[in-house]
């Protein structure tokens, strides 16, 4: 089998007149048909710009410097605008961490959910018909009734079920999510991981994890790869790198982990 | 001797109301009662909305409380004047989950520091630099960051700069509020060791308030799970997680994730709709409290 998503010796930097930061260094990573990739790592380590790299949504000053990123075997960076919009929430789709910033927040959820659906070609009876279905999907209570609430009428953990209703609206091979439970209160993260789990066994999605929390990991994820400082330090299994970490950094990591796993 | 005694402490806020329509009343703290020992690491736990941070505010008087009493050193302090009150918040001090937003960005680090001092006017003009010296060793930091100002520091060292304001007046009681919980895994244990270490040092208390538990189940000797402005069970860290006696501790836990992929995953669902909030407090065991 070859893998969906191939990453080879990506290279990210940021430039300005007087310096030059490498964020990702080199980095490669694969992550096959219905497998879950963990990338753990802490702040500044590179992990959300490599998913914002696979999906050519780098900031300004961030520039891809090198390497190929095939996905279902094309060149994404090669790929024109056009193409690329297309496969951005369609075949590949996002959930960041803070729902609140990624709805609009002027906009019935309901409509979010439809308009996912309409830009990649539904019409709107249809996008309607199967965002009601997708709301259930993602376990809203009442999902007819939901459908007109504004995001700021839904809890936390509510509004993250909506953005992944939108990410899972046109059956995406690949889901990234961005530390997507990181703003939400343990037991609705509990809630939330357990959703992913079955949409992902579901639905047959690759799923591209990027959190802090080596405990998610040991959840969610069948490898893991450890950033730190734009570099992958460690990549395995996760039952082999949980066990016996090889790399300095990714045992410090785990140990300062607290509580409970850690000892 | 408890150095605080929180005795059904209560924090109802008043909303709106109207011609035809009654106030409706939000129960942030609803009736709580716990005590800490000199030398506790007592940790408050709950998700947002449990009150947790508000109790702390109350404790503190930075929020008046509606009603209840706050006992420190056996001293009532809801019925202190506000002058009076000024002075105890000498020995009681807090750290915020967030440094950027708690200290002033336009003061240098060292002024930050030596701030309290100035206030409560201490010591000379000499004196206070060298206790800022000291502080400034005391939690880890070097005396060229001095004059450095909020954002030129990383996060943890924001928090070192946060914690040593708060050492500044010797305090007996630190209200910690979600004080780790922004930073990255590696500098939380960091800041976490020294919060360790300057208890041991100078004899400090904590309330260390949290969401995280793993964090509470290494750190706190004691603590107390709050959910809709009750506590729901308190006692020995140890006994709540070897034999959490609340569906709603008992689902808490089951939600942490756990390092080892191997292990068993029960998810325990809490039924909120059973939640009343009426069932009062009973030992389950020695020292082992849980509204059950």
């Known amino acids: 089998m070859s893998p969906l998503l191939d990453v080879q010796h990506l290279t990210v930097r940021f430039e300005s007149p007087d310096s030059t930061i490498t964020a990702v260094d080199d980095l490669s990573l694969s992550i096959f048909p219905g497998e879950t990739l963990g990338i753990v790592g802490e702040s500044g380590s590179g992990k959300s710009l490599t998913a914002l790299s696979i999906l050519r949504l780098l900031p300004p000053r961030a520039r891809v410097m090198g390497g190929r990123i095939l996905f279902e075997g094309r060149d994404l960076l090669g790929l024109p605008e056009a193409e690329m919009r297309a496969i951005r929430g369609a075949r590949i789709s996002l959930i960041f961490q803070e729902p609140m910033t990624a709805l609009n927040p002027a906009m019935r959820v309901g409509d979010q959910v439809a308009e996912a659906l309409t830009v990649h070609g539904a019409s709107r009876a249809e996008a309607r ?3 009601v279905q997708l709301l259930e999907d993602v376990r809203i209570p009442d999902a007819e009734r939901r459908w007109s609430d504004y995001p700021h009428q839904l809890s936390g953990g509510m509004r993250q079920r909506v953005m992944i209703a939108i990410a899972i609206a046109c059956r995406p091979a690949l889901v990234i999510a961005d530390e997507p439970t990181t703003a939400l209160d343990l037991t609705i993260q509990a809630q939330v991981l357990d959703l992913l789990r079955e949409l992902k066994a579901r639905f047959d999605l690759a799923l591209l994890l990027i959190t802090h929390d080596f405990g998610i990991i040991a959840e969610m994820a069948d490898r893991v790869l450890v950033m730190h400082g734009g570099l992958a330090v460690e990549h395995g299994t996760v039952r082999q790198v949980l066990r016996e970490p090889a790399d300095d950094y990714t045992r410090r990591l785990l140990g300062a982990v607290p509580g409970r796993g850690a000892r | 001797m408890a150095l605080l005694e ?18 409706s009343v939000v129960r942030a703290v609803d009736g709580v009662s716990f005590s800490i020992d000199r030398g506790d690491m007592f940790g408050l736990v ?7 941070s508000t109790t702390g505010r109350c404790i503190l008087r930075l929020v008046e409380p509606t009603s209840g009493e706050v006992r420190f050193r056996g001293e009532n302090l809801l019925q202190f004047s506000k002058t009076r009150m000024r002075l105890a918040r000498r020995d009681m001090q807090v750290v915020f989950q967030d440094p950027y937003a708690s200290l002033n960005p336009r003061m240098r680090a060292g002024d930050i520091v030596e701030e309290p001092l100035i206030i409560h006017r201490l010591g000379t003009g000499v004196e206070r630099r060298a206790r800022v010296a000291e502080l400034v060793e005391m939690v880890g930091l070097e005396a060229v960051h001095l004059t450095r100002y909020p954002h030129e520091f990383s996060g943890g060292q924001r928090q070192r700069v946060a914690i040593a304001r708060a050492l500044a007046l010797n305090p007996a009681l630190i209200v910690a509020d979600e004080a780790v919980s922004a930073l990255d895994v590696s500098i939380q ?4 060791g020294l919060l360790m270490d300057l208890r041991r040092r100078l004899g400090l208390t904590y309330l260390f308030i949290a969401h995280d538990l793993r964090l509470v189940e290494h750190i706190c000797n004691r603590l107390a799970v709050m959910y809709l402005g009750k506590i729901v069970e308190m006692g020995q860290t140890e006994a709540i997680f070897r034999n ?17 992929p191997d292990a068993p995953r029960q998810r325990i669902e809490f039924d909120t709709t059973s939640f009343h909030g009426d069932t009062p407090l009973r030992e389950v065991e020695a020292g082992h409290w849980a509204a059950v």
């Open chain 2, 46 to 52: 709950g998700e947002s909305g449990s009150g947790k």
């Open chain 1, 129 to 131: 018909r199967r965002a």
């Open chain 2, 6 to 23: 929180v005795h059904h402490l209560v924090k109802h806020y008043v909303r709106g109301g109207g011609f035809f329509r009654p106030p």
């Open chain 2, 244 to 260: 959490a006696a609340h569906p709603y501790t008992r689902a808490l836990l089951s939600a942490v994730p756990v390092l080892d």
């Open chain 2, 189 to 192: 244990a960091q800041v976490v």
